[in-house]
């Protein structure tokens, strides 16, 4: 195959795709129909178990009471027959290693009997508790090479799951997995016992003002971005396969800048992929709700309603599976990559949090007339004193190498962690610091300026598309999470510091009651005094500007722009303390976090830097050559037939041969970068990737990017941001 085929035969299968996916009838099976039919749910669990069985269990899952093995039994027998049903012939225990990803053995449920056949066994202890080998799992030092043992523990607050196959099914429980000395292996252990430190202090809250909850939890919605471009072009591009991202890729005419593809219509194929992708979520229970063209080309959003966190956690791991799955059906390849292409938008994770208790109360609504609403005003106060103590720790739950490419251009925040309030609750709060709120600025309404349109209620503030952490509503929009991220991380943090916060507030509180003093009057004391030593880090403005990284450092709010400048804040005596305190992670744990995230920074940037090597001597230098080959042969055919040395000809063999110079060397100067030996520890490898090898990478790509721009299309080998955006 000669250097254009690879790109002309991707380019002849786009635009030749015929779908081999599934055509659903919605019609035929309605969507309220499919939704939850392949979760074992409480509507499962109330028809099949024996009901002194199901009150156990759902006690459980509610309020977070014991389970007795007696109980697992009863629930793993009839779990296992649902899932036969089913088509099951095998269950795995699907759980989240510190990899970002999740992690699944299966085990047939067939087990031999003394006359040579065969039954069906599942019994409570293997519901209850697995056993993967945790020696080849991220663990920072918790586990070495030769201490394999590891435990995966049943999670019955998140339903178990029937995942599809062509040729089967698979019973999938969701657990948490830890070592054998009991410390935290993975993304959910951490966030169960965040969302149990928030639950125990903010009922403490709620008590004082008379409510009979019995817990609390964080709820989530989180908004996925991804790109899907065609399959052909992600396997031509050894770039997004192997590091997810274009390491090269000169910025094609067209970008973004026509603001022509957010929210327009959704080309067909996509649509018919994400109707599929749908159907698959309904069945596992997800309960997505919004699908829109996001800002850059071929860039697309999918946005769940609010659930348990721990349940959306789990929900929005399914997501990218299932529509990386699904994607494949269609001949396309889904992206969720940071940035996967440089100079249009990258795609986050924008992570909606708030806080309900077990009666259907929204904490964090602020009501009509907020300024009246002096528990809301406590959990805000308190929230918003957690993200000024700790925005380190906020900007240490997001970062990664990938994400360090996104923030702070392109709609995504910036690195600085401030909070956005908008006009009618920056009112109140600035009533407040100056002795009570006695008002709420009223939205009211718009008119258009057509007779025929309705007249428009119009919400009280605007939006902040530029605010990393944004109040909208009655929950709190977390714009700075990666779109390759478990939403785990950011929730343990967000959980963890908001309990440590609300437990300082419910512990003065409690004092002043206990001694006779009048709830309402001590809160209208306490909350000036809340707002004044946060106030610092409420900011409603523009985050983009230069004017407002000078006073967010004037204000003392720290900007850590790379994750290596991130990292070190995890462990902080502030750090180890809180998380301790509240038994999130213990200091082992948080150190083993820390190693393992460094080392995920220098893998991630090592691969990227062998990739940038091995196509910029395989793929790009050899299509240069080429063209440099026939340039000096046009040239030297003009000479011997007697015509002089044609002068832009010329110019142009001078201007490819430097830059093919420029390549070579650019290229020697990073695969010495790669070679050389580093001493120190993670963080010094880290940094060394931060400062040495990511700017070599830059620097041949600037020279692969320029060549692009020279070099004719059809000697260029690789398929470009022109076709991979465009061409769907």
Known sequence: MDHSSARESAIAAVTGWQSNGTRINFKETPVRQLFGTNVFSEEVMRARLPEHVFKAIKNTIKKGAPLDSGIADVVATVMKEWAIEKGATH????????????????????????????????????????????????????????????YTAWDATSP??????????TLCIPTAFCSWTGEALDKKTPLL???????????????????????????????????????????????????????????????????????????ERVLACMLEGELELYKLGVPVKTRHNEVAPAQYEIAPLFENANVATDHNMLVMETLKRVAGRYGLQMLLHEKPFAGVNGSGKHLNWSMADDEGNNLLKPGDTPHENAQFLLFLAAVIRAVARHGDLLRVSIATASNDHRLGANEAPPAIISIFLGDQLQDIVEQIEKGGAKSTKAG????????TLPTLPRDAGDRNRTSPFAFTGNKFEFRAVGSSQSIGGPNVVLNTIAAESIDEIATHLEKAVAAGKDLNTEIQALLPKLIAESKHVIFNGDGYTEAWHKEAES????????????LPDLITP?????????????????????????????????????????????????AALRYQSELAQSIGNLKAAGASAPKAQTDLLND?????????????????????????????????????????????????????????????????????????
Request: contains cysteine.
């Open 91 to 150: 269950y795995t225990h699907w759980f989240q290693p510190m990899t970002g990803l999740t992690a699944e053995k299966h085990d047939s449920f067939l087990s031999p009997t003394d006359n040579g056949s065969a039954i069906a066994e599942f019994s409570g202890s293997e519901l209850v508790r697995g056993e993967p080998d945790a020696s080849s799992f991220p663990s920072g030092g918790i586990r070495a090479t030769f201490e394999a043992r590891g």
């Open 160 to 169: 178990a799951f029937i995942l599809e196959n062509p040729n089967g099914t």
């Open 193 to 267: 016992r965040s969302m149990e430190a928030l639950s125990k202090q903010a009922l403490r809250i709620l008590k004082l003002f008379g409510s009979n909850a019995s817990r609390v939890h964080t709820t989530c919605g989180p908004e996925q971005e991804y790109f899907l471009i065609d399959q052909n072009f992600y396997y031509a591009r050894p770039d997004l396969m192997n590091a997810g991202r274009s390491l090269f890729g000169a910025k094609p005419p067209k970008g973004q800048e026509m603001e022509d593809h957010y929210f327009g219509a959704i080309p």
């Open 444 to 451: 009211g309404t718009m008119t258009v300026g057509v007779t």
């Open 555 to 566: 204000r003392g709010l720290p900007n850590r722009k790379t994750t290596v400048d991130s």
């Open 574 to 622: 502030k750090s180890i303390a809180l998380f301790g305190k509240y038994g999130v992670f213990s200091e082992r744990e948080i150190h083993s976090r820390y190693e393992i995230l460094l080392e995920n920074y220098k893998k991630t940037i090592n691969i990227e830097s062998q990739i940038t090597i091995q196509m910029a001597n395989r793929q790009i230098l050899p």
């Open 656 to 728: 490819v041969s430097a830059t093919i110079e420029d390549l070579l060397t650019k290229t020697h100067t990073l695969s010495k970068a790669v070679e050389a030996h580093v001493s120190g520890d993670s963080l010094a490898h880290a940094k060394y990737s931060l400062d040495v090898i990511i700017p070599a990478m830059n620097a041949v790509r600037a020279a692969g990017d320029k060549l692009e721009g020279l070099v004719p299309d059809d000697l260029w080998p690789l398929p470009t941001y022109q076709e991979m955006l465009f061409i769907k």
